[in-house]
């Protein structure tokens, strides 16, 4: 019997998220999360995608090493166990694969020690993604582990848009450069693009706007990333949920000289209290929007804000590319916020950018159309799907060979 299914594993810091796929037709077998670990209020959650159970563990579970036994015995339950000879592989989302890694790669010890190397430049992310690894390995020693990253998909981009404007001898001493995250997303939604248009990837230009509570942009030409938004870290780029995105790094030198914060006290406000939060105290969208719809002037201002910054990526993005196929908007709020994508897209007519309010505001779960027939560029609804894709692109390097 040839192994079919993929276990996706994405270790944050103190989260872990699973999807258990079987790649003959892509579908879910059973999916879940493991929350606050190393907590008191710990929380599992596991569904069984058959029959819609789901069931709930609530509690302290110490450590990610912990988590990932527990889900095993959620799936053992449900006859899908890690020891099955149905599974081919395990596919972990890692954040940061620097510039070494340009397409998903099966886990060796050397992979480890290049994750490990690139602490210093994602200092929350890759720690996780390791603990996920190596306790995945413990479980499973002899199954072929594999690691997608997030930037994988960017280290396309030509020098000219992956540099900073520094010297290059420092630049290169502590690997500062333009990375991009949200790789996996990117990806898939480019190709999805591609497919809702019926052309080949290689046939179109895509400007992808991954609006979620992390926020990226990037300018895909024939299928391969030449710009996008995010940088040396995810701070950089779009207006996010608690990010700043771009501003102007002489505020940094700024608020410590002048206001006399320390460079953590800097980053914690830059990461997770700017954007829409810092703006107007709500990160979640819908909210935002009621209290728009009450005449809320802090909420509009915010709102107003985030879509500026958008609309100057679509700009700057059209002119990367020079001729756009698609605009298509993407993840929480892109797929969901009718009200941004229409705004975002406002007075763009010039270059062939329009929104169908009427399609705009229809509600549904597939990738659709939202421009009018006769728009010169096509704005679309992607849906996102990081997990099969991370499920895809491990099955494509193990599947074949087990
Ligand atoms: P992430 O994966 O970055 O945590 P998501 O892509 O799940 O984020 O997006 C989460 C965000 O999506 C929420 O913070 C909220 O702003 C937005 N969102 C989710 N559902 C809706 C909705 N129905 N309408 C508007 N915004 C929504």
Redesign the pocket.
Known sequence: MTPTRVLVLNSGSSSLKYQLLDMRDSSRLAVGLVERIGEQTSRLRHTLVATGETREQNGPIADHETALKSVAEELARDGLGLDSPELAAIGHRVVHGGMFFTEPTVIDDSVLTEIERLIPVAPLHNPANLTGIRTAQALRPDLPQVAVFDTAFHTTMPESAARYAIDPKIADRHRIRRYGFHGTSHAYVSRETARLLGKEPDEVNVIVL??????SASAVEHGRCVETSMGLTPLEGLV??TRSGDLDPAVIFHLARVGGMSMDEIDTLLNKRSG?FGLCGD???????RRIEEGDEEASLAFDIYIHRIKKYIGAYYAVLGQVDAVAF???????????RSAAVAGLEGLGLAVDEELNAVRSDGARLISPASARVAVAVVP?DEELEIATQTYALVGKNS
């Open positions: 991954h609006l979620g509570n992390g926020a996010m949920g829409l990160n979640d969208m819908r909210e935002i929007r993407t993840a929480g709020v892109g797929e969901n916020a009718a009200a941004v996102t």
